[in-house]
């Protein structure tokens, strides 16, 4: 026992780095009784000496507790080295970024949606990291979401990890405060990994922590445990949506290369489905393999019918379903109508005035609902502050929501009426409709600037806006929203998305007893025909809204007709039909006193008379017409008649005066955010360059020209500037 003691004793002394003064000045214990320790001689050690040993050698509990067993003569036992991680999980694929910042820290988060692969993620860094953790590796299921069984008591977890540790029962304190004291001290100076999957919130991980830095903690939630962030410093990674590539390389290490290339489309199409959400390619490659002799046209074909039914299964952990549901349940009342509220709004996310509109509740308790689903991992917040679901979670939530008919009816009412707000800044001297009443309070649009901003972050869910208006019999919003976003997809170059836009609001206006609106709306839907060339079906449109207007004696709507009816005809190459048009609007709108219309009356009349080589009366009526826009401070007027007098100077041979007004033009274009305009203007600026020899600006402006062509998708123009700069 002696001769035990004592190479105990001394191989603890010399792994300190200490000499038996330096030991005996550390702990108290004379130099004499740790000289008679190692050499044998002092053989009943007293207890209280060896633990003022033990401390001041900076001993862990278990070997204190070696040397204590060695100082009485009880045998050591070796504290055991758990090893319980599950199986590793295959295939894996992707995650490349989280997998990289996982174990950076001491304690490591990572949350997301259920059925989104966390636990799949961390097993499989736990076993590629695992000879990082030579003194063991701990697993719990905190079962915190999962279905039929309600989270586990923490004390329990702990209890578990004691077992696993070798503590004996007869050794463990009755209070669950001291078994996790006793666990920490069994793990202190070691370097165990623990990995703590499904945690339901931040309480019932904290008292599974270690109490130093030497183990490594990895953490799996749907929530997003802020208390660990905050309070213990945890670094948290959030997992989402796995890329198509990555989703079909687990399908296709699930199924085989040769059944996925044997029908590469309904393999696209299976994955399309699954939107990148792992349990949902999981439940889907599982039938495949359970029912080899199933199609994967016809799995896509019963996922693309019942998305939600085909990815339901009575075992709840392979039911997408089924963990929704867990998730769900977690949810108060009003977060879980809120849930469902935003299953319904149209657009692929939605911004937090927006979502303010949709529940009704206020700035302050919408915000705080959102925050609670963002860490819910229900709803997703990008980086620009909008709010987004994935599909398949829509489509749960959707079948849960009830009657959402006045919460639709607030949210359209917010789109329509804040973007008739910023259309009136981007065309300050538009002809105004009158809108339907809302509930919701429009944004405030201060500047053009804003106006566009806004316009461009939302574009995409105003246009699904009105499509759900229009399919939910809310014809007024429909019509209303594609008055409301003609000059801004006029100016960005949208052209299908405004022709789009406006056979919706046509169709929806014809549903309403209003002539005029019709007229209007029918008016430029022939002018976004006119963009793409349709200039036939363009005019009958047109001649319809004119027909409307004088029969019911509307001077304005019948100027608007004969303006746009003049844009027709010069598609046509009949400028001089197009100039008799022209000069009838002029006439209509001078004769109720509308200046700015006059204007544009004037400089079409202007334009159409330099195309017609007709030069000193196109210079009379464009300079009237920037006259009068200057006077009124019409920004959009400016620019185009200046437009025009450069078209006008060029045919004259007067080019520097030419190239001067062009320039003008772009300059005023640009703060309007007028990309189409813009494009028009470069490429005639670049004539008048090139016609003045000066090839090189030339050049540089048609090359912009052309690069703005191309982002709007005009081929015809971008093929034939092509030329010309080759």
């Known amino acids: 026992m ?21 030991l005996a000045r550390r702990s108290g214990v004379s130099v004499s009784t740790i000289r008679g320790m190692e050499t ?44 319980q991680l599950p199986a590793p999980p295959a295939p894996f694929a992707g995650r490349q970024d989280v997998l990289g910042r996982v174990g950076t820290s001491g304690i490591s988060v990572i949350s997301g949606a259920g059925g989104i692969g966390k636990s799949w993620l961390a097993l499989h860094w736990a076993h590629r990291n695992v ?42 304190p009755a209070d669950p405060h001291a078994q996790a004291a006793m666990f920490r001290g069994l793990v202190a100076d070691r370097h165990v990994l623990l990995v703590l999957d499904n945690a339901a919130d931040t309480a019932q991980v904290v008292p599974l922590l270690p109490g130093d830095g030497t183990c490594a903690v990895v953490v799996t939630s749907r929530s997003t445990l ?45 994955i399309g489905q699954c939107g990148g ?100 991992s229900l709803v997703v917040q990008d980086a620009a502050g909008r709010y987004g679901m994935h599909d398949l979670i829509r489509r749960y939530a959707t079948d849960l929501a009830g009657d959402t008919s006045d919460a639709l009816q607030r949210l359209l009412g917010f789109y329509a009426h804040t973007a ?51 399919e939910r019999g809310h014809h007024a919003r429909a019509w209303e929203i594609a008055w409301a976003l003609n000059n801004f997809h006029y100016r960005q170059g949208h052209r299908h998305d405004q022709l789009s836009a406006w056979r919706t609001g046509a169709a929806s206006a014809a549903r309403l007893d209003d002539p005029i609106s019709l007229a209007l709306a029918l008016r430029l839907l022939g002018r976004a025909l006119v963009v793409l060339g349709h200039n036939e079906e363009a005019i009958a449109h047109m001649q319809r809204a004119l027909e409307l207007a004088e029969e019911h004696g509307d001077a304005a709507h019948q100027g608007h007709a004969h ?54 009366a196109a210079l009379e009526h464009c300079h009237s017409a ?74 540089s402006v048609w090359e912009e020209a052309l690069e703005l062509y191309r982002q709007q998708g005009r081929a015809d123009e971008a093929s034939s500037l092509e030329k010309r700069l080759a």
């Not at 867990?326 to 996310?349: C, K, N, W, Y």
């Not at 538009?430 to 500047?447: G, K, N, V, Y």
């Open 226 to 270: 802020t208390g660990l962030i905050t309070g213990h410093g945890a670094h948290h990674m959030s997992v989402g949506t796995l890329t198509a590539d990555e989703a079909s390389s687990v399908l296709t290490a699930r199924l085989g290369s040769a059944r996925v290339e044997a029908e590469p489309d309904a393999a696209a199409e299976l």
């Open 626 to 699: 920037l006259a009068l826009y200057r006077r009124i401070e019409d920004l959009g007027g400016q620019a185009q008649t200046l437009d025009s007098l450069g078209f006008t100077e060029h045919h004259r041979g007067t080019y520097a005066e030419a190239i001067g007004h062009y320039q003008e033009a772009i300059a005023l274009y640009r703060v309007l955010g007028n990309l189409v305009e813009t494009a028009d203007t470069l490429e005639r600026l670049g004539d008048s360059h090139f016609a003045s020899g000066e090839r090189d600006q030339a050049r």
């Open 420 to 470: 008739a707000a910023a259309d009136t800044v981007v065309e300050t001297h538009r002809h105004l409709i009158d809108l339907a009443p809302s509930e919701s309070t429009p944004l405030p649009m201060p500047d053009i600037g804003t106006a566009m901003a806004w316009f461009i972050a939302e574009h995409a869910t105003l246009l699904a806006a009105q499509r759900v208006a229009a």
């Open 40 to 83: 044998g001689k002092r053989r009943n050690p007293q207890l209280t000496s060896v633990r003022q040993l033990a401390a001041a050698l900076g001993l862990t509990d278990g070997e204190q507790d070696e040397l204590l067993a060695a100082a009485t003569g009880r045998p050591v036992v070796a504290t055991p080295v758990p090893r």
């Open 131 to 172: 000879a990082r953790f030579p003194d063991g590796q701990l697993f719990v299921d905190l079962r915190g979401f999962s279905p039929g069984s309600t989270p586990m008591d923490p004390a329990a977890a702990v209890r578990g990890f004691l077992d696993a540790l070798g503590v004996e029962p007869s050794r463990l």
């Open 2 to 22: 002696a001769d035990q003691f004592a190479t105990v004793m001394r191989r603890f002394r010399l792994r300190a780095g200490l000499t038996q003064d330096e």
């Open 563 to 616: 303006y746009t009816l003049a844009s027709a005809w010069e598609r046509e190459g009949e400028d001089r039909k197009a100039l008799d048009h022209a000069r009838q609007a002029l006439t209509l709108y001078r004769s109720i006193g509308q200046t700015a219309w006059e204007g544009n009356a004037l400089n079409a009349v202007g334009w159409f008379h330099a195309r017609l080589g007709e030069h000193d």
């Open 277 to 376: 959400f792992p349990l949902a390619l999981s439940i889907v490659a599982g039938r495949a393999c359970v029912q080899p002799h199933l199609t994967l046209a016809a799995l896509a074909l019963e996922l693309r019918e019942s998305t939600l039914d085909a990815l339901d299964d009575i075992d709840p952990a392979a039911s997408l379903p089924a963990v929704l549901s867990s998730s769900h349940r977690a949810l108060t009342a009003e977060q879980a109508e809120v849930f469902s509220l935003l299953a319904i709004a149209p657009g692929p996310d939605i911004s937090l005035p927006a979502a303010v509109s949709l529940t009704g509740l206020g700035e302050h308790r919408t915000r705080t609902v959102l925050r609670a689903l963002t860490q819910a």
